[in-house]
Structures are given as structure tokens and as C-alpha cells.
């Protein structure tokens, strides 16, 4: 066997075998046998909201462990085929046997980032609200880009992107807007994104081409679906109704159609805007609400549980989690976890996995490469 193939070898059976320390094999096979044994029972359908519940469990379960299976599977062909390509002198089958390798590595090691999404609400849908700071036109223009750049990478992984409210700048990117990632891990992938990102530049909007700093803030929350009881006082929440902005017509210019709810004890505030109606509207930003207060109080649960090894991240305003440096080089660096890349572009075309995986990774006491090439 050739030295890289044997490598390549040894570290897909190394992450395959974490993998399976993680889902503690023979009882994640023992739950899957349950939950299909539950599927398969016609009265589980009495209970819709339960059905969907377990059959969602199922699948989940069922593609870590197919995965594992796939993966293990994958190395034993590729093995054998680079061992008969080299008998043979067969070069480009070689080849094949390790882009084969090189892929089921890349795809193991997204596995065992995967595997820690353990969280009550990682595998939910995630809203994802992006706020310019103070800097006016140049902070919501950076606004604008944090926004294509999180659309970006939920498009590339195959997550599902609805606009639920947008407020445009007066002359370019926004002052704000609230997305729905709609896919299986959504909320667990983006959940370290929240915090202040910070943006160092030669502005496109300055005569004198002078270097400018730019703040935005990125908040997550996870889609609480209705499994899920978050106890609102109705006296509490201020409604307001406006004219949303934007796209959408007549109806959207001339109707207050757009909702804003203001829970006051803890000063959370939602809007939607993207429904034709204001009751759409309103019912959605209801969603929204439940989906900020659970998230304080998921920070709240996780502040205590840390709290004696201080590891908790500060989201408040002024606490950066990442520089992009545009100008004198190039560079984004996030600060909690080193982890650094030149590719500037690559990154604010939503290459964010590197950094997504770091953070995910720490917040777990796990390591990873502090540089990327």
C-alpha cells in the first residue's frame, strides 16, 4: 500500500472510530431498532406532533449510522482498488482510489463536527438577524455583505433561506434584516456566528480612499417548533404595525402589513415583514419571539454551566468574535479560536466551515488547526 493511501487510511479510521465512541454504537443500533419499531406502529399516528417527533429521531439516527457504515464501506473499496491499481502500474486508477479517499476524509471529518451538534435545539431550523452599528452608510454596507455571506453558505449547504424582515440603508447595503435557515442542523451550524464582526477596509464610499473600521452584529436563534413551551405574557409584548419596505408591490407599500413585537421585561425585539398580510406577519413574528426568548434562555442555561471555567463568549455589542481585514492585507481571523485564513474573498462568499467548525469544536473542549492554508 502506498505511504499517503495508508495515511489517508488511518486517519478515516481514526475519525470513523470517534464516530462511533460518540453515538455509542451498539446503543445508537439498539434506539434505531426501537424508533423503527415505533414508525411501524399505527397508533403512533394518533399523536401527529409525537409521529413527527420519532420519525424525525429515526432519520436522524439513521444517517449518522448509515453514514458510518457508508464511509467504512468507502475505504475498503478504495483501499483495494489503489492496492490492484498498483500491482498494475495503473496510475490513473491510483488516482481515483485517492480523490476517493481525499472525499470520504473531508466527509468524516464534517461527521465528527456533526456528531457534537448534540444540543436540545442544534438540529432546528435558525433564524439569523444581521444589525449594522454606528458608521452609517459604510456599516450597512457591511451589514449587506454579512448578509449575502450567511445566504451564501446555508444556499451551499443546501439549507433553505426565506427573508422574514429587511430595512434597507439610505444609500446602500441594510440597517437591518432577519433570515430563516431552513435545514437539519441549521440552528447547530450557526449558533457560534453570533456576536460582533468587524470589517477593516479602504471605503468604497470615501473620496480620499482613507481606511475604515465597520461593526455589525449577527444574532441566532433557534426555531422553537411547537414540541417546545416558551410561556409568554401577552401583557408584556408591545405590538406595533408599519409599512414595510422593500420588494412586494402595492399591497406591501400602501398596507401596515408589517409587525413589530417589543417583549418589554427583557427589552427582545422582532419584526416580520415578508407575509401579504398583516396577520401572516403577526403570527410569524410570534414565532420569532419565542424563538429570542429560548435562546436567552439556552444562553442562560449554558453561562451557568460554564460558569466556573469562564468559557462562555460575550455576544454583547462591542465584543468582536472575527476581523475581516480587507486593507493593508489580507485577512480574516476569528478571536476566539485563532483559527485565520488569507482567502478574504473565499470567506465573504460563505466559506465559513473552517471557522464554524473551530468554534464548534471548543465549545466542546476539542482542538483544531489554528491556521488555514
Given at each position: 500500500?502506498?505511504?499517503?493511501?495508508?495515511?489517508?487510511?488511518?486517519?478515516?479510521?481514526?475519525?470513523v472510530?470517534?464516530?462511533?465512541?460518540?453515538?455509542?454504537?451498539?446503543?445508537?443500533?439498539?434506539?434505531?431498532?426501537?424508533?423503527?419499531a415505533?414508525?411501524?406502529?399505527?397508533?403512533?399516528?394518533?399523536?401527529p406532533?409525537?409521529a413527527?417527533?420519532?420519525?424525525?429521531?429515526?432519520?436522524?439516527?439513521?444517517?449518522?449510522?448509515?453514514?458510518?457504515?457508508?464511509?467504512?464501506?468507502g475505504?475498503?473499496?478504495?483501499v483495494?482498488?489503489?492496492?490492484?491499481?498498483?500491482?498494475?502500474?495503473?496510475?490513473?486508477?491510483?488516482?481515483?482510489?485517492?480523490?476517493?479517499l481525499?472525499?470520504?476524509?473531508?466527509?468524516?471529518?464534517?461527521?465528527?463536527?456533526?456528531?457534537?451538534?448534540?444540543?436540545?435545539a442544534?438540529g432546528?431550523d435558525?433564524?439569523?438577524?444581521?444589525?449594522s452599528?454606528?458608521?452609517?452608510?459604510?456599516s450597512?454596507?457591511?451589514?449587506?455583505?454579512?448578509?449575502?455571506?450567511?445566504?451564501?453558505?446555508?444556499r451551499?449547504?443546501?439549507?433553505?433561506?426565506e427573508?422574514?424582515?429587511?430595512?434597507?440603508?439610505?444609500?446602500?447595503?441594510?440597517?437591518?434584516?432577519?433570515?430563516?435557515?431552513?435545514?437539519?442542523?441549521?440552528?447547530?451550524?450557526?449558533?457560534?456566528?453570533?456576536?460582533?464582526?468587524?470589517?477593516?477596509?479602504i471605503?468604497?464610499?470615501?473620496?480620499?480612499?482613507?481606511?475604515?473600521?465597520?461593526?455589525?452584529?449577527?444574532?441566532?436563534?433557534?426555531?422553537?417548533?411547537?414540541?417546545?413551551?416558551?410561556?409568554?405574557?401577552?401583557?408584556d409584548?408591545?405590538?406595533?404595525?408599519?409599512?414595510?419596505?422593500?420588494?412586494?408591490?402595492?399591497?406591501?407599500?400602501?398596507?401596515?402589513s408589517?409587525?413589530?413585537?417589543?417583549?418589554?421585561?427583557?427589552?427582545?425585539?422582532?419584526a416580520?415583514?415578508?407575509?401579504?398580510?398583516?396577520?401572516?406577519?403577526?403570527?410569524?413574528?410570534w414565532k420569532?419571539?419565542?424563538?429570542?426568548?429560548?435562546?436567552?434562555?439556552l444562553?442562560k442555561?449554558e453561562?451557568?454551566?460554564?460558569?466556573?471555567?469562564?468559557?462562555?463568549?460575550?455576544?454583547?455589542?462591542?465584543?468582536?468574535?472575527?476581523s475581516?481585514?480587507?486593507?493593508?492585507?489580507?485577512?480574516?481571523?476569528?478571536?476566539?479560536?485563532?483559527?485565520?485564513t488569507?482567502?478574504t474573498?473565499?470567506?465573504?462568499?460563505?466559506?465559513l466551515?473552517?471557522?464554524?467548525?473551530?468554534?464548534?469544536?471548543?465549545?466542546?473542549?476539542?482542538?483544531?488547526g489554528?491556521?488555514?492554508?
Open positions: 500500500m502506498r505511504p499517503d493511501v495508508e495515511a489517508m487510511k488511518a486517519d478515516i479510521e481514526q475519525s472510530a470517534l464516530l462511533r465512541r460518540r453515538l455509542d454504537w451498539d446503543a445508537a443500533l439498539r434506539k434505531l431498532d426501537e424508533l423503527n415505533r414508525v411501524e406502529d399505527p397508533t403512533l399516528w394518533d399523536d406532533e409525537q413527527q417527533a420519532v420519525s424525525r429521531d429515526r432519520s436522524r439516527l439513521e444517517a449518522q449510522i448509515n453514514a458510518v457504515r457508508e464511509m467504512e464501506q475505504v475498503e473499496d478504495a483495494m482498488l489503489s492496492e490492484m491499481a498498483d500491482e498494475e502500474g495503473d496510475e490513473e486508477a491510483l488516482e481515483g482510489a485517492r480523490a476517493d481525499r472525499a470520504i476524509k473531508e466527509r468524516a471529518a464534517r461527521a465528527e463536527l456533526e456528531a457534537l451538534l448534540s444540543g436540545e442544534d432546528n435558525a433564524y439569523l438577524e444581521v444589525n452599528g454606528a458608521g452609517g452608510t459604510e450597512n454596507d457591511w451589514a449587506g455583505m454579512l448578509l449575502r455571506m450567511y445566504t451564501r453558505w446555508a451551499a449547504h443546501g439549507y433553505e433561506v427573508v422574514e424582515a429587511e430595512e434597507g440603508g439610505e444609500q446602500a447595503g441594510i440597517k437591518s434584516a432577519t433570515i430563516q435557515v431552513k435545514g437539519p442542523n441549521a440552528y447547530g451550524w450557526l449558533k457560534s456566528e453570533s456576536g460582533v464582526h468587524r470589517l477593516v477596509r471605503s468604497p464610499y470615501d473620496a480620499a480612499a482613507k481606511r475604515h473600521t465597520s461593526f455589525a452584529s449577527i444574532g441566532v436563534s433557534p426555531v422553537v417548533d411547537d414540541a417546545i413551551e416558551i410561556d409568554i405574557n401577552p401583557a409584548v408591545r405590538t406595533d404595525t408599519y409599512r414595510a419596505s422593500g420588494a412586494g408591490g402595492q399591497h406591501i407599500n400602501k398596507t401596515d408589517a409587525v413589530r413585537l417589543t417583549h418589554v421585561p427583557t427589552n427582545t425585539v422582532v416580520c415583514q415578508a407575509g401579504r398580510s398583516q396577520h401572516q406577519n403577526r403570527e410569524q413574528a420569532m419571539l419565542r424563538a429570542r426568548l429560548y435562546e436567552l434562555e444562553q442555561r453561562a451557568a454551566a460554564q460558569a466556573l471555567a469562564d468559557a462562555k463568549t460575550d455576544i454583547g455589542w462591542g465584543h468582536q468574535i472575527r475581516y481585514v480587507l486593507q493593508p492585507y489580507q485577512m480574516v481571523k476569528d478571536l476566539r479560536t485563532n483559527v485565520e488569507s482567502d474573498q473565499g470567506v465573504l462568499d460563505g466559506d466551515d473552517q471557522f464554524m467548525g473551530a468554534a464548534l469544536a471548543a465549545r466542546v473542549g476539542e482542538t483544531r489554528s491556521t488555514v492554508e
